[in-house]
């Protein structure tokens, strides 16, 4: 199974651009990457998804190098409210799309 | 749409007491999965269904566990008897299917088993 490994923890401040790297060494080569946010209370919400190079909407960008051992999920000028659990996914192709989840990475935005 | 719809939204119970959690999928989707969160073990996949069919339950912990889907609008975890150790927040979540098909999450069953 491919595994994911991320940072437990990042603090930043209100404006700031945070990035965030997760290293999925044993991807496949029809799996997805998947970026997904939680609240305290609330169950996850996707934000983005990848294969390969950048992409971008309106919540956040996702660059993916050529070889996708690793992705980074960029966040531009965050708020306080974009404070939360950020999670990296490869969805398993070979397994119908299960998605497996990380511990995640506990953002904190500070004023 | 309202969304993946679970209930009850808080439950508590006393050890050995049957618990069923319910969930709604956002119609129109094909695939339902039910996670389980600790601080301890992080989200956990339970079991999924394609097409009201469990397709893996590996992830379910034990006998005490199962889970049904009479059909497209309708799923049932249920633990029996309950133990303190599966005290837990259980999500549903549904999708439309597809292998990069996202996930949409309901809002939780918080089960406190004494």
């Known amino acids: 199974l491919a595994k994911t490994t991320q940072p437990i923890s990042m603090d930043s401040y209100e404006g700031q651009e945070v990035n965030i790297t997760c290293s999925h060494n044993n991807i496949a080569t029809n799996d997805y990457i998947t970026w997904y946010q939680q609240f305290p209370s609330q169950g996850p919400r996707f934000i983005i998804q990848?294969?390969?190079t950048k992409v971008t909407n309106e919540v956040a960008s996702l660059f993916i190098p050529a070889d996708r051992k690793s992705s980074t999920l960029s966040l531009p000028r965050v708020s306080l409210s974009d404070t939360a659990v950020y999670y990296c996914l490869v969805v398993l192709y070979n397994q119908g799309g299960k998605l497996i989840f990380g511990q995640g990475t506990e953002l904190s935005v500070k004023p | 749409d309202a969304g993946v719809i679970q209930s009850p939204r808080h439950e508590v119970t006393e050890m050995g007491q049957e618990v069923t959690l319910r969930c709604k999928p956002i119609s129109g989707h094909n695939s339902l999965f039910w996670y389980r969160q600790t601080m301890m073990r992080g989200l956990e996949l339970l079991i999924y269904?394609?097409?009201?069919?469990?397709?893996?339950d590996s992830g379910m912990p034990e006998d005490r566990f199962s889970a049904k889907m009479p059909n497209a609008s309708f799923s049932t975890l249920k633990i029996q008897p309950s133990e303190p150790r599966d005290s837990a927040v259980y999500f549903c979540?549904?999708?439309?299917?597809?292998?990069?098909?996202?996930?949409?999450f309901g809002s939780g069953t918080q089960l406190s088993v004494l």
């Open positions: 990848g294969y390969k």
């Open positions: 979540a549904s999708s439309r299917g597809g292998r990069n098909e996202k996930l949409f």
């Open positions: 269904f394609n097409n009201n069919v469990p397709i893996d």
